[in-house]
């Protein structure tokens, strides 16, 4: 049987190229290893206000984009959040396995909660039950997550054991991936910091953003004072990232890459890097995107379909859970 992987994007951030070739690229190459649900998590995304028309538009808007960069809706589930209830309801029965202490010690909760302190929801402080329901609903062997959602994951992780060691061998533990290949790839005017969707947005590159304003941050990415470009991330970070996204975006080693450039000024080198990307990830998925979002109706298809995807996968496991600790199942639905 394929490993199932589980990934959760909130609508409320547009990828960045950095999501694109340290994540999305590889999951092209693995759709076929493995059984991925590329979710769309709007429930998670209204622990903080939201305009709803902005919402439902992001929501769409990011399963649309999920498509254009490669994720095919047939082999994988890429679908709304919201769209299948088995969420609420696990992640409803997880949070009387949480406890509170380990929950006020989420540092983006604790984090979330002083920016946005004059509304520090309950949905804030659930937001890793919901997260590990997410998870634990379809028995996900792997779970590709950021640094800054390790903690939140070592949590799934805890409830599941916490939940196996008093009702048996329901829920599958879920590991990290990291991925075999994939960069890592650095903020253009702070290179030593990794490239963020929650970053400003003249600090990286999203997937949306136009041509021009690619070619603008690429021209103005923070290198150093010396003028050989060489791959040292230690004492170049700048320029090493710049090299580091060129290889990836051209699927070439940062070796060749580096040949490349011998000789050339950093001018060229950024105009160069920039080009590639506007050319290779930015073009081809921007012009993919926009014949998507002009069809509605296959989106919604699309949403229907994976929707119902989604819950073939979860509900066995959402009933064994139900069964586990002692509601009645089967006789109503
Ligand atoms: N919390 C994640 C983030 O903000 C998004 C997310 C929600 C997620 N559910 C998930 C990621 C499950 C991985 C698995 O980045």
Request: charged share 20%.
């Amino acid at each position: 049987m394929k490993k199932i992987i589980f990934s959760g994007m909130q609508p409320t951030s547009v990828p960045q190229i950095g999501n694109y070739l340290g994540a999305i690229k590889n999951w092209n190459a693995l759709q076929s290893q493995y059984n991925s649900l590329y979710c769309v998590v709007d429930l998670h995304a209204i622990t903080i206000r939201q305009d709803p028309n902005e919402l439902r538009q992001n929501s769409l808007n990011l399963l649309a984009l999920y498509i254009a960069a490669g994720l095919d809706p047939d082999e994988n589930i890429i679908y709304i959040q919201s769209h299948y209830n088995g969420h609420t309801e696990l992640s409803w029965i997880l949070s009387c396995f949480a406890y509170m202490g380990e929950l006020g010690r989420m540092t983006q909760y604790k984090d979330k909660s002083s920016k946005h302190n004059e509304n520090v929801n309950a949905g804030l402080f659930n937001y890793p039950v919901l997260m590990a329901a997410d998870i634990l609903l379809f028995g996900a062997h792997l779970v590709p997550v950021g640094d800054d959602q390790k903690q939140h994951l070592e949590l799934a992780r805890d409830i599941a054991i916490r939940f196996n060691n008093v009702y048996g061998d329901i829920f599958t533990v879920p590991e990290a991936y990291i991925p075999k290949s994939g960069a890592r790839i650095m903020s253009l005017a702070n290179p030593e910091k990794k490239m963020s969707k929650s970053d400003e947005a003249a600090n990286q590159i999203s997937l949306l953003d136009a041509p021009e304003a690619v070619m603008k941050k690429f021209k103005r990415a923070v290198t150093d004072s010396e003028t050989e470009i060489r791959y040292d991330p230690e004492s170049k970070p700048g320029i090493s990232n710049l090299l580091e996204i060129y290889a990836t975006t051209l699927g070439i080693s940062i070796d060749k890459a580096t040949a490349e450039f011998a000789g050339s000024g950093y001018g060229h080198l950024k105009t160069t890097v920039g080009q590639a990307v506007v050319d290779e990830i930015i073009n081809p998925i921007q012009s993919k995107y926009s014949d998507l979002t002009k069809n509605k109706d296959y989106l919604h298809q699309i949403m229907q379909k994976n929707a119902a995807k989604a819950k073939e996968l979860g509900d066995p496991i959402l009933r064994k859970v139900k069964e586990a600790v002692g509601f009645i199942v089967g006789c109503v639905d």
